[in-house]
């Protein structure tokens, strides 16, 4: 940086102004989402709240590191702005009309048996109880983060919204009235960020697919992004969420055997360089969930123009399903 984009900096900051993203970075994409958190009180337990009784994670918490680890892995492009928090004393109804009461929910836990069947919640039930499709179609919010329990029955993502597609999970039906696409998070309260950023990078991977769709051979760049070296041996690039570079099976973010791999290419797409370095689990946080998917999202392009007709910007697609084609 020059003494002049120094200086311009300094002065900025000393009226209040944001930073002025460099020209070729692209303006940081603000989403405004809503907080919904299931979080029953159990009076058997003086009425403290489940995640108190179980000792389980602070969702207010989740939720402010991983928009912050989004925001770090993108460089900024992410800007995810909680607008509004609901709280819910109950569990998210199923499919069939059943919820649970606390004394069940902890009898279940303790067994590890006894949950009920069908799982999955309802999500229509939940789209209309919150009014999302009028939030959305009034701009007031862009996505839904909701929080619960195990066995609460959320999909890790779910669409909305005209032209829905598959996002780790088939749409949620009848929500045309939104007048745009929106995806609603499900995330547990009894795991950490690392998981959410799963979650996160598997939409990354269902939004990517139907971008390059059309796409074949070398003119997929989503496909060779995605290389790891079992199924391109001697040609890995970043893998994807469950395959480093290195790994042999799923999950196996911990591997400690070097390949060679062209990752670091990806930091200055599309100007590939023909960087090739032995990588092993060592790039990535020797095993660590939460440091995979950042290292792994990091490398997600973020550059202006396009290539073949699709945007550089990666991550564009990834936060807007509405600019998935």
Not at 68 to 80: E, K, Q, Y
Not at 234 to 256: F, I, L, T
Request: charged residues 20%; contains cysteine; glycine residues 10%.
């Amino acid at each position: 940086m020059s003494w002049w984009d120094s200086f311009v900096k300094w002065l900025r900051s000393l009226v209040g102004l944001p930073p002025v993203s460099p020209p070729d970075q692209p303006e940081p994409m603000h989403r405004r989402v809503l907080l919904l958190i299931f979080n029953p009180t159990v009076p058997s337990q003086g009425g403290r709240k489940l995640t108190e009784v179980q000792n389980w994670s602070d969702p207010d918490r989740l939720a402010h590191d991983y928009a912050s680890d989004l925001r770090d892995a993108s460089g900024g492009v992410a800007d995810f702005q909680i607008v509004d928090r609901i709280e819910v004393d109950g569990w998210p109804v199923k499919i069939d009309g059943f919820g649970y009461n606390p004394d069940q929910f902890l009898r279940c836990w303790s067994n590890g048996d006894g949950w009920h069947k069908p799982d999955l919640a309802d999500y229509p039930r939940i789209v209309a109880d919150f009014n999302l499709l009028d939030r959305v179609a009034a701009g007031e919010i862009d996505e839904v983060w909701m929080f619960s329990s195990p066995s609460a029955g959320f999909w890790e993502s779910s669409m909305a919204g005209p032209g829905a597609f598959w996002c780790n999970s088939e749409p949620v039906p009848n929500t045309g009235a939104a007048g745009r696409r929106f995806v609603i998070m499900g995330f547990n309260f009894e795991r950490g960020v690392g998981e959410m950023l799963e979650d996160f990078s598997h939409r990354v991977e269902a939004h990517l697919e139907r971008v390059w769709r059309y796409e074949s051979g070398g003119q997929n760049l989503w496909k060779l992004f995605t290389r790891y070296d079992k199924i391109t041996p001697g040609q890995a690039n970043c893998g994807n969420v469950h395959y480093a570079p290195n790994s042999v099976r799923d999950y196996d973010w911990g591997n400690p055997r070097y390949v060679p791999s062209n990752c670091d290419d990806w930091l200055t797409f599309p100007d590939f360089k023909g960087v090739v370095k032995q990588v092993n689990s060592t790039e990535w946080g020797g095993g660590d969930t939460r440091a995979h998917h950042q290292w792994w999202l990091r490398h997600l392009p973020r550059a202006a123009g396009d290539t073949n007709g699709i945007s550089n910007n990666w991550w564009a697609f990834a936060i807007d399903p509405n600019t998935v084609p």
